[in-house]
């Protein structure tokens, strides 16, 4: 089997099993905001570092992938920023103006004065994947994480930098269409 077929998404699991892995993730991280206490340490290494530590792995193989078919700087950046930006500003608003004020009301907390400034000044400066702002007018409170509407969202950032990463050291080993190799001349999978 070759590398390219065995990134093939049609050929492969690889998407079902990072599927999995996230759900591992999001189940895995769900027990703290619920106030439940993680298991012993071996159980939290695998199932809690292992989901997380998989699906980083296998999401790493996938984006070398992406830059081996079309290893063009611009196209490969115009996928990454279309892949994560217009849902993460999405998820901006909806938190802003629809998640934080529900969760207010459902609180029976007196609505924040500086609530409409607060929430535009969340989506603002947080808007370039940087999260710097993780609360908006001092909500959500009586919660385990107090100030946190979104906890998750930080790891865009390091996602993408790791984007950057594949680039940079693709460019930095003249990597381009002209210097591209064949499928056929590349190694086989087994041998790798």
């Known amino acids: 089997m070759t590398l390219e077929n065995a990134f093939n998404p049609k050929l ?52 070398v992938s992406s830059w081996m078919r079309r290893p063009r700087w611009w196209p490969y950046l115009q996928a990454r920023f279309l892949r994560i930006l217009p849902a993460f500003w999405v998820c901006l608003i909806v938190t802003a103006v629809v998640i934080a004020p529900i969760g207010i009301l459902l609180s029976r907390q007196a609505f924040p004065h500086t609530y409409v400034t607060d929430a535009a000044t969340y989506v603002v400066k947080n808007a370039g994947l940087r999260i710097t702002e993780f609360g908006i007018a001092g909500t ?24 950057l990463a594949v680039l940079a050291h693709s460019a930095s080993h003249g990597s381009s269409n002209s210097g591209r190799r064949s499928p056929q001349s590349l190694p086989d999978a087994s041998q790798v």
């Open 140 to 163: 959500p409170t009586n919660v385990p994480y107090p100030g946190v509407w979104n906890g998750s969202l930080w790891t865009l950032w390091w996602e993408f930098l790791c984007y």
């Open 12 to 63: 492969n699991a690889l998407n079902a099993v990072r599927l999995l892995l996230a759900v591992s993730v999001i189940v895995w991280h769900s027990l703290p905001l619920t106030g439940t206490p993680h298991p012993a340490p071996a159980i939290t290494q695998l199932l809690g570092e292992g989901g997380v530590d998989g699906f980083f792995a296998i999401s790493g193989f996938l984006i």
